[in-house]
């Protein structure tokens, strides 16, 4: 998005900056934000330390979310508890309620696969999976009982077209996707979760470890996806939530654990913060 | 800093110096095997190792044939077993395994590769050779052999297999996981190709080591020379007969005892050949 756009936006609708991306796949109008993920007294310990304190939050449809805050204040630990990937961490613990889609997913009851397909998720280290780069896109297709030859291919084709990544490898698509590039490797781990159609779509600072181009690339692509997909972003860079976030969560370590400070629209945290700590942090004083 | 050059060219050389011995060795043992087996070598050709009418070796004959064939028989069906077995258990350790149950169980596994396979032979000539007999005499044979040889093995490949699957990193776990991926899921289309290399070559190992086995085999396996009809017939194998008739050789007999170690050691060789090529996985 670029930022005079987003200006013109801010000065002609009254109402907020929530949706200024284009068109709508989902949701509803800009004004009636519909929560998609509520998480209720969230805590979350690592072998009986606090990592996570009482955090309670809206997640809306549609929109992009940024998480922001110093590092050690619970911002994967959230996001990760958010697809039940806190499981594979032993002595991880859990209190609180995550609903999604009005499912608490914390429940027994809840599949926890079909959970993950629902919800995908970025990392911070672009990881392919050792395979041939159409592999990585057809094993958790297969693995989700879609295994018809064409629409599998017709899938591979439209989300390596979503990233941007169909013309620099479609004619090399049983090569080693560990010889792709950086920023390839993480658009092609983009385009993995967006293979199984999620609704909504974590990432943990998908452009950390990428040089400014290839970040700039991943950027854009972000924004692209807003409206199509919920999105929660953490991210380190003040700039890059600013330009693509319509909310911004502002975490921050209050006795050695993490605690929601702040959660807003992105240009209220940035430009009329509430709290004294949110406006140190954005104003680079503080974190 | 003079003292830290000076570390350093110490320890190059040392660590030099380690490398060549090792090599020469290795170069000294071939040779040593290829000047004790030249009075055959250069007298008879080689083919009569394998179209002799048998192995009488003080009259002349010497197919090799039927002890090459045993040696085969009794590793691939050791690998057979033991295969599956290892990587079953090394998959059970690490993915499935309930936490406190993964150190004990860990620590048994390296005390059975630690076993002298000459206790494996004393239990097989002792248990498992009478056992066997009960069904199917003469008892000692080439199943005892196979059961023996998988014994030895299933450590080695439980153990290399475990610290491949170790290895895989936590990136490729967690993006499986994320991804909906269910377990075995991700231990087919993920961790296996990912540790794929680490497996193969702790198999070879474990071929190796069977195919080389002397003791355990030679206690268990009945020692007859001939092509086996089934699992309950007696085989003997190249190192067995190795064990068995150097202390007696002479001559030609003896220098045919070394063509035999020789082939034992051009099958390893091919071995880790094909572990070179298998490997090489292409996307990694």
Redesign the interface.
């Known amino acids: 998005m670029n930022p005079d756009q987003g200006k013109a936006v801010q000065t002609d609708c009254e109402c907020d900056d929530a949706y200024t991306l284009g068109p709508l796949q989902m949701g509803p109008p800009c004004c009636d934000p519909e929560p998609v993920i509520q998480v209720e007294d969230l805590s979350l310990q690592y072998s009986g330390k606090t990592a996570l304190q009482k955090v309670t939050l809206d997640i809306y449809r549609g929109c992009i979310t940024a998480l922001i805050g110093p590092s050690g204040c619970g911002k994967t630990s959230f996001l990760s508890a958010i697809n039940r990937l806190t499981d594979l961490i032993p002595a991880c613990q859990v209190d609180g309620r995550i609903r999604v889609d009005g499912r608490d997913i914390y429940d027994s009851a809840c599949n926890v696969q079909a959970l993950r397909r629902q919800i995908g998720m970025v990392f911070q280290k672009p990881a392919p999976f050792p395979l041939s780069i159409r592999r990585n896109i057809t094993l958790p297709l297969r693995e989700h009982g879609i295994t018809q030859r064409l629409t599998v291919e017709s899938i591979t084709e439209q989300v390596l077209r979503d990233v941007g990544l169909w013309n620099e490898v479609c004619d090399r698509m049983d090569t080693a996707a560990l010889s792709l590039s950086g920023g390839q490797q993480q658009r092609l781990c983009i385009a993995r979760a967006l293979a199984l159609s999620p609704q909504i779509l974590l990432m943990d600072e998908p452009c950390s470890a990428l040089d400014p181009i290839a970040s700039g690339v991943v950027e854009d692509l972000i924004s692209r996806l807003s409206g199509h997909y919920t999105i929660v972003i953490v991210t380190h860079n003040l700039a890059q939530a600013r330009r693509i976030a319509n909310y911004a969560a502002f975490f921050w370590v209050k006795e050695r654990a993490g605690q929601l400070v702040e959660f807003g629209h992105c240009r209220d945290i940035f430009e009329s913060p509430t709290h004294e700590l949110t406006a140190a942090y954005v104003n680079g004083i503080r974190g | 800093m003079f003292h830290s050059v000076l570390t350093d060219t110490l320890v190059r050389w040392i660590l030099r110096a380690g490398a060549v011995i090792s090599a020469l060795v290795m170069l000294l043992i071939l040779i040593f095997l290829l000047i004790e087996s030249w009075p055959v070598l250069g007298q008879i050709t080689p083919t009569r190792f394998f179209t002799d009418a048998s192995w009488h070796p003080l009259e002349g004959a010497y197919n090799l044939m039927p002890m090459l064939s045993g040696t085969l028989l009794a590793s691939v069906g050791a690998l057979l077993l033991a295969i599956p077995l290892g990587i079953a258990s090394a998959l059970f350790i690490i993915f499935y395994a309930p ?1 406190f149950f993964v150190l004990p169980y860990q620590r048994l596994i390296e005390l059975l590769a630690g076993i002298p396979s000459v206790v494996f032979g004393f239990w097989g000539l002792t248990t498992l050779v009478p056992l066997i007999n009960q069904f199917h005499p003469p008892g000692a044979s080439l199943l005892a052999a196979i059961l023996v040889l998988t014994l030895m093995i299933l450590p080695t490949i439980t153990l290399t297999t475990h610290s491949a699957l170790k290895a895989v ?1 936590d ?12 377990r075995w ?1 991700m231990i087919y ?2 961790v296996f ?2 540790a794929h290399a680490g497996i193969v070559a702790g198999i070879i190992l474990a071929a190796g080591r069977a195919i080389g086995e002397t003791m355990a085999v030679l206690m268990v396996a009945g020692n007859v020379v001939q092509h086996p009809q089934g699992l309950f017939d007696p085989i003997r194998t190249l190192a067995a007969n190795i064990a068995l008739e150097m202390a007696y050789a002479m001559d030609d007999h003896r220098a045919v005892l070394f063509v035999s170690g020789l082939l034992l050691m051009i099958l390893v060789m091919m071995l880790s050949a094909m572990a070179g090529k298998i490997g090489k ?4």
């Open positions: 936490a990193p990136e490729f776990l967690h993006g499986a996981a994320a991804l909906g991926l269910s899921g289309g993920v190709p990912a996985h292409k996307y990694v």
